[in-house]
């Protein structure tokens, strides 16, 4: 079987491709329709099965997350100039500066505000019975509680959307059958003079935001020009991309599984562990950002040389039977739940607490507000995009 992440049939349900190649083909040499200009790789061995996929995001020696300088002015792209395409020592600095941050004390401290974005995103609902949840509900709650913590003003979001949709091309680079470098430039012209601006006119009145801590590391010479822009750039995009994904993709298999849905209405204490399991079913990344080895390795019974991209299908993981009972099932009382939706290792996602606590907050409120929700019968539209799992229009009515 010739596998190709490219089609609207995987988009729309990439599952009958990852039970495949987790069955049949757990080391994949996925062939790309032509050398990359991103990275100069023709192809990359796709890992499927758990226990793999759980050693590629783990691996500390022989592989590495740096991208190569990119066919772009002869020049490394600035959304590569941030901490998840870094390796230790880069990494670990760039981490320091903003873990703090995102700490489990600093996300509690968060809790009002989280509260005060989401009354504001249902305050601009309304009385409306019937519409589309993505465009009025997964999109703006991320995305403004975002702008709040870094700083930014509310009536550029649109356009920070806007460019935000071409990265979303860009790291789906390796796969499609489309030239992204418009997108890339595209992306890049519109969010290095805003964020340049923005970063100048910050630096006279820093506050408490993301932007202004970064601003400071800039300052004491802990984060270069060039990863100071990255920084910022990877946090508005990163800090509601997966988030917004997770609310329509969870609200979608809620409603698609009405007796689980029913059963969390009844057991609300049930809300953290339903939460894991939207991430394990339908996770917001479908597979690591890009690797390439080093030196020779051997990833479950595969050998491989230096110079290798390597692919770990987190999707694909996630749905393991050899790691997960009864895996295709939507179960919201599963435990345990040891997903790889937010990576594992020194990768793991930095804003994993945060989303956790937007997600569960959002629930909490949605289930109050809307207890006899449901699905219209305008099917989902599904983003064709092999990086993301992407619901980009759920009609819902309340």
């Given amino acids: 079987m010739k596998v190709d992440f490219c089609t609207e049939a995987f988009f729309t349900n990439p599952h009958p491709t990852y039970h495949y190649l987790r069955e049949r083909a757990p080391a994949y040499w996925y062939p790309f329709y032509t050398q990359s ?23 500390g020696g022989g592989i590495t997350k740096v991208v190569p300088p990119v066919v772009v002015n002869n020049r490394l792209s600035v959304f590569n100039e941030h901490l998840l395409d870094k390796d230790p020592p880069d990494h670990t600095r760039m981490r320091a500066v903003v873990e703090n941050f995102f700490s489990a004390r600093s996300i509690t401290a968060m809790d ?8 504001f995103v249902f305050d601009n609902i309304g009385t409306r019975t019937e519409f589309d949840f993505i465009a009025e509900f997964a999109l703006q709650l991320p995305l403004l509680l975002f702008s709040r913590l870094m700083g930014v003003p509310f009536e550029d979001l649109a356009k920070i959307r806007q460019w935000s949709e071409m990265v979303t091309f860009y790291l789906d680079s390796g796969l499609c059958q489309r030239s ?33 801590l970064l601003i400071t590391a800039n300052d ?7 990863e100071l822009l990255g920084m910022a750039v990877f946090f508005i995009f990163a800090g509601h991309e997966s988030t917004a994904d997770l609310l329509g993709t969870g609200l979608y298999t809620l409603c698609s599984y ?18 894991e399991e939207m991430m394990r079913f339908e996770s917001p990344a479908q597979r690591g950002g890009f690797r390439v ?22 999707s694909a993981a996630n749905r393991d039977p050899r790691q997960f009972r009864n895996a295709d099932s939507f179960d919201i009382t599963r435990q345990p739940n040891r997903h790889l939706a937010f990576g594992s290792g020194i990768h793991t996602c930095l804003g994993n607490t945060l989303a956790r606590r937007e997600l569960r907050i959002a629930f909490e409120r949605l289930l109050d507000r809307w207890p006899n929700i449901k699905l219209t019968a305008h099917p989902p539209k599904w983003a064709a995009n092999s990086f993301f799992r992407r619901i980009d229009s759920l009609w819902i009515r309340v």
Avoid at 180 to 209: N, Q, T, W
Avoid at 295 to 314: F, H, T
């Fill in 180 to 212: 992204v470098m418009h997108e890339l430039e595209s992306a890049e012209a519109g969010f290095i003079p805003y964020f340049k601006e923005l970063i100048d006119k910050r630096r006279s009145e820093v506050g408490g935001d993301l932007l202004s």
């Fill in 258 to 275: 009405p007796e689980q849905l029913q059963l969390l209405q009844q057991q609300r204490a049930l809300l953290p562990t339903a939460i």
């Fill in 37 to 59: 200009k991103l990275t100069g790789s023709r192809g990359m061995w796709v890992f499927s099965r758990y226990d793999d996929v759980a050693q590629i995001l783990r691996m």
């Fill in 293 to 314: 080895t080093t030196q020779g390795c051997q990833i479950g019974e595969k050998k491989l040389q230096a110079g290798e991209q390597v692919c770990a299908l987190i």
């Fill in 220 to 226: 004491e010479g802990k984060l270069s020009d060039q």
């Fill in 112 to 119: 009002g505000l989280i509260h005060e974005v989401v009354d």
